[in-house]
Nanobody
């Protein structure tokens, strides 16, 4: 079992930056690949970024590539999402998730989810 809690969301102006954190409980955190997803009102949940258990490989949605960086600290049971050059269309609830797969970009393949943190980007 893994429990996840996101933090770091908030209101930021366009062009600004935010770093989201996801704290995990459970001694097996390091064995899970982790992902970040987002969901805007009226839209489906979409993939943002993922990282393998070792942190050695990362994956990004094309829409976010170059503007976000995912990282993890297994000693702290935490995964991060640094976001730069934010745009109003990045406004969404951001979720972190854990998967027993090697890595995944599909929400259905993730076993555990946090409650989400709101990111609002003003123009």
């Amino acid at each position: 079992q893994v429990q996840l809690v996101e933090s770091g969301g908030g209101l930021v102006q366009a062009g600004g930056s935010l770093t989201l954190s996801c704290a995990a409980s459970g001694r097996t955190f390091s064995s899970y690949a982790m992902g970040w997803f987002r969901q805007a009102p009226g839209k489906e949940r979409e993939f943002v970024a993922a990282i393998r258990w070792s942190g050695g490989s990362t994956y990004y949605a094309d829409s976010m590539k170059g503007r976000v960086t995912i990282s993890r600290d297994n000693a702290k049971n935490t995964v991060y999402l640094q976001m730069n050059s934010l745009k109003p269309e990045d406004t969404a609830v951001y979720y972190c998730a854990a998967t027993g797969s090697i890595v995944a970009v599909t929400p259905a393949l993730y076993n555990y989810w946090g409650p989400g943190t709101q990111v609002t980007v003003s123009s």
